[in-house]
């Protein structure tokens, strides 16, 4: 079975910290993703990375950057937290076109 | 962009019942696959379906690329079906891009 995992179920942090979330996957996938999820708003697309330091930006990239240095391991960096980053955070790998699999998520409060 | 569209937003159901839950996209797409939500947030797979019918238990799902819709039967539905169901659609853009709906909020009491 696919396993993701991600370093943190639940995460609160001050407005202004620099916040690091991890993404592990075990299945030798070439692709990866950042979701949040939020209210009304569904899952929207941060960032994804295609292979070993590719990035492409998704559709809500402002306020993140990603860093892949290994291909089972995508973070998500939130720079300098603000409160309007408070969300479900969700990662996801995928081998090429094939059907991406979900890591727990991590419920991040920034206060 | 592609629009994903899923109905109905919320259900409520006794156990036991079936039920019919629908996505429509508005373009042509790669690839589809359903999930379930469940309360603690966690995205479980249920079908990765392009296209036909496909069958898991008390769940199957039939996509009609070229009428671009896709629905998700649930029979017999126990509590444990409660949550929130997903499908997302893969952007043909050569990125491996999917777009969410908005999800239908299923809840079955018993």
């Known amino acids: 079975d696919v396993k993701v995992t991600q370093s943190s179920r639940y995460l609160v942090k001050r407005t202004g910290e620099k916040v690091f979330l991890e993404c592990v996957q075990d299945?030798?996938?070439?692709?990866m993703f950042w979701y949040r999820q939020d209210p009304g708003l569904g899952l929207r697309l941060i960032y994804f990375s295609y292979d070993v330091k590719m990035k492409e930006k998704g559709d809500i990239p402002e306020g993140y950057s990603v860093s892949r240095e290994k291909k089972e391991r995508f973070s998500l960096i939130l720079e300098s937290a603000s409160t309007n980053q408070t969300s479900m955070y969700l990662c996801a790998s995928s081998l090429f076109t094939y059907e991406q699999y979900f890591g727990p998520g991590t419920r991040l409060t920034v206060t | 962009g592609i629009q994903v569209e899923q109905s109905p937003p919320d259900l409520i159901l006794q156990e036991g019942a079936n039920s019919t839950l629908r996505c429509n996209f508005s373009?042509?797409?790669?690839?589809l696959q359903w999930f379930h939500q469940n309360p603690w947030g966690q995205l479980i797979n249920l079908f990765y379906i392009p296209s036909g019918t496909k069958q898991n238990g008390r769940l199957s799902a039939t996509t009609v690329a070229t009428e671009r819709y896709s629905l998700l039967y649930i029979s017999s539905s126990q509590t444990t079906d409660s949550g929130v169901y997903f499908c997302a659609v893969e952007v043909p853009s050569g990125t491996y891009k999917y777009i969410f709906g908005t999800g239908t909020r299923l809840k079955v009491l018993a």
């Open positions: 373009d042509s797409v790669n690839n």
């Open positions: 299945m030798d996938h070439e692709n």
